[in-house]
Nanobody
């Protein structure tokens, strides 16, 4: 069993940066890939980024490529999402998820989810 807790969300101005953290409990965390997803009000959940269990080969959604960076520190059971050049379209609740997905961008294939953290980008 893995429990995930996101933190680091908040209010930021357009063009600003934030770093989200996903802290996990459970000794098997390093065995799981971790993905970040987001859901804006009235919209479907969107894939943001994912990283393999070993920390190699990150994957990004098209809308965040070149602006967001995912990383993980298995010694701290934590995955990070560094977000830069934020704009209003990045406003959403951000969730981290862990599992062994057959497709990183498919949220339905992750086993464990956090409660989410709100990111609001103001102009």
């Amino acid at each position: 069993q893995v429990q995930l807790v996101e933190s680091g969300g908040g209010l930021v101005q357009t063009g600003g940066s934030l770093r989200l953290s996903c802290a996990a409990s459970g000794r098997t965390f390093s065995s799981y890939a971790v993905g970040w997803f987001r859901q804006a009000l009235g919209k479907e959940r969107e894939f943001v980024a994912a990283i393999s269990s070993s920390g190699g080969t990150p994957f990004y959604g098209d809308s965040v490529k070149g602006r967001f960076t995912i990383s993980r520190d298995n010694s701290k059971n934590t995955v990070y999402l560094q977000m830069a050049s934020l704009n209003a379209e990045d406003t959403a609740v951000y969730y981290c998820a862990a599992g062994v997905p057959f497709r990183y961008s498919n949220y339905a294939t992750y086993d464990y989810w956090g409660q989410g953290t709100q990111v609001t980008v103001s102009s």
